[in-house]
């Protein structure tokens, strides 16, 4: 035969080798070139087909005698693997139903667990396909899956969609409802594993400028002297968005002012008030015109505020 090929080279086993040695070799090198693995893989397709073609003579007690006494003339009556020379016309004579642990090998390439096999019928976990040996898997039982998810405080308060990738590398957008706080949890049905739930825990990491506490908001906010002894109307920050808000005549620094209704809904949508501690800030310079009018200030202020320290 022309195409005669050492078995036992291409397994790369020596002639003594045992059964479990014969086996390991095959199911390394199955996995290597497996056409699942190796898509449109001429070079590895021939491969596979050969590993097969050793590997089907080398597990078979009564076969390896033969080739071993008969080397490339072992076989030269049969006719085995009638359904793989459908698929490939040139392929070698090879006969997968009598493959011994093809089945487990395609499971354990593709990560599948095959159906137990019938003492009786003797009908084998897995068959070949005509498809590269692929199987049916069963249907695995759902898993429940949690994530973390930080919220910003602005998504936390509004809702909407945030996109969040889980573990197993999917990418999922999630309507969230507006009022989360830290530690709540979301449930959401059937993004789990497997047709599971994913349970994400809310995290709301600390805002620069507001601060929560239960349902009410806190913030400090700047303010110049001059707005503070006039009692300007000066803008707050909400989560709402900017709204004017008028400031008591001489307010003091260290002050508090409330917003009602401007801060965080709690778990049955009302609102806490948003407070504000106002801030008087000086100017870290000052312009010929600003100084001159602050010394004009000076010069006719009668207020002062040490009249009352003590000594």
């Known amino acids: 035969m022309a195409d005669f090929r050492d078995y036992y080279q291409l397994l790369d086993?020596?002639?003594?080798?045992?059964?479990?040695?014969?086996?390991?070799?095959?199911?390394?090198?199955?996995?290597?070139?497996?056409p699942d693995v190796n898509p449109g893989n001429q070079e590895a397709e021939e491969k596979f087909k050969q590993i097969g073609e050793a590997y089907e003579v080398l597990s078979d007690g009564e076969k390896r005698s033969k080739y071993d006494q008969f080397g490339q003339y072992w076989n030269q009556d049969n006719d085995f693997?009638?359904?793989?020379?459908?698929?490939?016309?040139?392929?070698?004579?090879?006969?997968?139903?009598?493959?011994?642990?093809?089945d487990?090998?395609?499971?354990?390439?593709?990560?599948?667990s095959p159906p137990s096999a019938t003492p009786e019928s003797g009908t084998a976990a897995a068959e070949w396909s005509g498809d590269?040996?692929?199987?049916?898997?069963?249907?695995?039982?759902?898993r429940n899956?949690?994530?973390?998810?930080?919220?910003?405080?602005?998504?936390?308060?509004?809702?909407?969609?945030?996109?969040?990738?889980?573990?197993?590398?999917?990418?999922?957008?999630i309507d969230m409802p507006g009022g989360l706080v830290t530690g709540?949890?979301?449930?959401?049905?059937?993004?789990?594993?497997?047709?599971?739930?994913?349970?994400?825990?809310?995290?709301?990491?600390?805002?620069?400028?507001?601060?929560?506490?239960?349902?009410?908001i806190y913030c400090r906010l700047p303010v110049t002297p001059a707005e503070a002894a006039l009692g300007a109307a000066v803008e707050v920050p909400t989560l709402d968005?900017?709204?004017?808000?008028?400031?008591?005549?001489?307010?003091?620094?260290?002050?508090?002012?409330?917003?009602?209704?401007?801060?965080?809904?709690d778990e049955l949508g009302r609102r806490g008030d948003?407070?504000?501690?106002?801030?008087?800030?000086?100017?870290?310079?000052?312009?010929?015109?600003?100084?001159?009018?602050?010394?004009?200030l000076y010069r006719l202020e009668s207020f002062d505020p040490r009249q009352n320290l003590p000594y």
């Open 13 to 34: 086993v020596a002639g003594d080798a045992t059964q479990d040695e014969i086996k390991q070799a095959f199911r390394k090198l199955a996995r290597k070139y497996h």
């Open 81 to 102: 693997g009638a359904d793989l020379r459908r698929r490939w016309p040139s392929a070698p004579r090879m006969d997968f139903s009598q493959f011994p642990d093809f």
């Open 104 to 112: 487990t090998f395609v499971d354990d390439l593709l990560g599948k």
């Open 132 to 142: 590269y040996g692929t199987t049916a898997a069963p249907p695995r039982s759902p």
């Open 145 to 173: 899956i949690e994530a973390n998810l930080a919220v910003p405080l602005e998504k936390a308060y509004s809702g909407g969609l945030e996109r969040i990738r889980l573990e197993d590398g999917r990418a999922i957008e």
């Open 184 to 216: 709540q949890q979301i449930r959401l049905r059937s993004q789990g594993i497997d047709g599971g739930d994913l349970y994400l825990k809310i995290e709301v990491p600390p805002h620069p400028f507001f601060k929560l506490d239960a349902s009410d």
């Open 241 to 265: 968005g900017r709204v004017t808000m008028n400031l008591p005549l001489a307010v003091q620094y260290g002050q508090r002012l409330r917003l009602a209704g401007k801060g965080y809904p």
């Open 274 to 296: 948003q407070i504000i501690e106002i801030e008087v800030v000086l100017p870290e310079q000052l312009d010929a015109e600003e100084r001159s009018l602050y010394e004009q």
